[in-house]
Structures are given as structure tokens and as C-alpha cells.
């Protein structure tokens, strides 16, 4: 969760608040930079799990709305401070990169439309650097560096962070302990096409329950979400921070009875035979059933404990997919995705 001024928490929790947002767009080439802020006529933005994406409207009757293909904006979202020491303040959000600029005319208007990607995007590269030693195969083989490790270096090659782990709370000891045996691409084989950064990363990080976050910058943090996390905000219905519409869907989980099958070499077996085990709670007993079954193989697990893990992680995601809901609220800057919201409803 974004950490902000206490000015600027009671400025956007005010009944009577002036939102504001910050619109620089930044060069990689050039120190200069952008300030669109007062052009904005709208927009849209999505922060989602490995996507993120925005659509922003410029006023541009002047014609002055310059080239931005190729820029990038850190999007800020803030008020207007009344009183207080500053006029306006804005907490910035992730990274963001303009991939599209069209020019709108009608009688009277003329609107520039910007569409701009997240980091996520940025990873569909493939994998080229700094394994290219092998081209054209392009091959690289990983057996003694963690998921973290591995995920680092990748991120690293595209030019991204891994911020480090060091003060973080909780982690996933599948994502900081596993020692898997990961290739990039294949060796010695006509490739017909190379793995992105994008897939090899979600690759490593489905081996676990860890997920990836873009940041401010050319950066990621590692986040380990889970059912008993501690509350990140509390929206009321009757008291501020408010919320003004709130639905919440929760399925069964199915599959929820998890094998994977592990420790293989060459396509044989190794003895004795490996399985991970991972199981939630019994389902409803209107399925007539206590458990629905899912099989998986992961080759490269060698220890008890390591098949749990993947097999945990597994049903992790599935847990987590199998709830989701909307939450309509004023704008709050502090929230991040994967952060923990609780709603307090009196209705």
C-alpha cells in the first residue's frame, strides 16, 4: 500500500475535494519533460495481474500537443490541499509507456487519445540478452540458482529490478528456496520461436505462490498474498473512508484435492515415486462429492518438501481465482494491487 501525506489523506477523504491529477511525460532521450496535467479531459487506467494499461484524453486545440510515442509517465493521483502547505499534492503510481498517440478532429474540438503499457508489456521481448552467446539457438540453462534468482536475472536482461526482499514481512519459501531446472529455449534445436521475458517469468513464478508487482521506476517487488494477511484499508458505508457500491463473489474451489507428480529424469521415474499433496477443505456436500481431483508433473522437484510446496502453490492460485468482486469508492492514491481491503457494510 502507498504510503502518503496526512494532508493529502484528509484532502481525499472531504466531502468537498478537488481531485487532481499529475500528467509529466518524460524522455529517455532528452533530460526534458512534459507537464500535460492541465490538458487532461479524461481517462482510463487498469492495474491489473501481469497487464497494465491506461487511455488518456489531451485537449489539444492549439495543435501543441507534441509526439509522445516513446515517452513514459509515472501517472499521479492526488487533490488540491485546502489549507495547507502545498497547493496540490499527488502520490505517483507504476511506470507506464506511451505505445500509441492518435489525433481526433471535429467542428470545434480537436482531442489527442494516448495509450500507454506497463512493464508487462515491455517483457513480451524475447529473451535474447545477455544469453546470446548461443545464438541462434539462444539457449540458457539454470540448476543452481533460486526462482528469486532466476527472476531477478530476467528482469535485469529487460532492463527491469527486482527490489530486494530484505524487511519484507512475509515471503513464499517456494519463490526464495527452490532450486529448479530451468531452460530458455531448447539446445542444439531450430527454434520456431524464442520465449519471451514475460513467459519464462510466469513460468518460475507458477512454481510458486508469488506474484510480481510494477513499481515507480523500471522495478518489481515480489508480493506473497494471503487469505489471513493483515487489512491494508477499511471502507464504511456510513463513515469515511466511504465506499458507494460494493458486490463480492466467492465459488467453490474446484479442483480441490491437488497431485503433482515429481522427480523424473529422461522420461523415467525416479524411485521411490514423489508426489506433492496439497487439499482444501471438503466441499459442499450438495456435490454429492469431497473432493475434486487435479494432476500435475513438475520433473524438476526432487524433495518432499518442494513437491508440497508446488502443490500448495497450485491450489493457492486456485483459491485465490476462484473469489473476486467490485468496489466502487472516491479515488484513494494508497491502493496498490494485491493489497488487502476489508468493507465494513451497515446497509
Not at 510466469?202 to 505462490?209: F, K
Request: net charge negative; glycine share 6%; hydrophobic share 35%.
Amino acid at each position: 500500500m502507498r504510503v502518503i501525506s496526512a494532508e493529502l489523506k484528509t484532502a481525499q477523504e472531504s466531502s468537498s475535494r478537488i481531485p487532481y491529477v499529475e500528467l509529466v511525460f518524460h524522455s529517455n532521450e532528452t533530460p526534458d519533460y512534459v507537464d500535460y496535467g492541465d490538458r487532461c479531459l479524461g481517462g482510463e487506467h487498469h492495474e491489473e495481474p501481469f497487464n497494465g494499461y491506461a487511455t488518456i484524453l489531451l485537449r489539444n486545440n492549439d495543435n501543441s500537443v507534441q509526439d509522445l510515442r516513446g515517452y513514459w509517465i509515472e501517472i499521479g493521483y492526488g487533490d488540491k490541499l485546502t489549507p495547507g502547505t502545498r497547493p496540490r499534492e499527488a502520490e505517483t503510481t507504476a511506470r507506464l509507456w506511451v505505445i500509441s498517440q492518435t489525433d481526433i478532429s471535429f467542428p470545434g474540438t480537436k482531442i489527442t487519445t494516448l495509450e500507454l503499457k506497463d512493464g508487462w508489456e515491455i517483457l513480451k521481448k524475447p529473451v535474447l540478452e545477455p544469453y546470446n552467446l548461443e545464438a541462434p539457438f539462444h539457449f540458457h540453462r539454470w540448476t543452481n540458482a533460486t526462482v528469486w534468482q532466476i527472476v531477478a536475472t530476467l528482469l535485469l536482461g529487460a532492463g527491469f529490478q527486482l527490489e530486494d526482499l530484505v524487511g519484507t514481512p512475509t515471503f513464499d519459501p517456494a519463490f526464495v528456496e527452490f532450486i529448479p531446472e530451468f531452460t530458455i529455449n531448447e539446445e542444439a534445436t531450430i527454434p520456431t520461436s524464442y520465449i519471451s521475458y514475460k513467459d519464462a517469468i510466469l513460468t518460475l513464478l507458477n512454481m510458486t505462490s508469488t506474484y510480481l508487482r510494477p513499481k515507480r521506476g523500471k522495478a518489481f517487488e515480489a508480493v506473497f498474498p494471503k487469505e489471513d494477511d493483515p487489512v491494508d484499508v477499511t471502507y464504511y458505508s456510513y463513515q469515511t473512508p466511504w465506499f458507494k457500491e460494493f458486490d463480492y463473489r466467492r465459488n467453490v474451489v474446484v479442483p480441490n484435492h491437488i497431485f503433482v507428480y515429481c522427480d523424473f529424469t529422461g522420461g523415467v521415474w525416479n524411485p521411490p515415486f514423489l508426489v506433492g499433496i496439497a487439499r482444501d477443505k471438503v466441499l459442499p456436500a450438495y456435490l454429492d462429492v469431497d473432493s475434486m481431483h487435479s494432476f500435475y508433473i513438475a520433473g524438476d522437484v526432487r524433495t518432499q518438501a518442494d513437491a508440497d510446496r508446488r502443490a500448495q502453490a497450485i491450489l493457492d492460485r486456485i483459491r485465490i481465482q476462484s473469489r473476486g468482486g467490485r468496489l466502487i469508492i472516491p479515488h484513494d492514491c494508497r491502493v496498490e494491487l494485491f493489497d488487502m481491503v476489508k468493507v465494513v457494510d451497515t446497509r
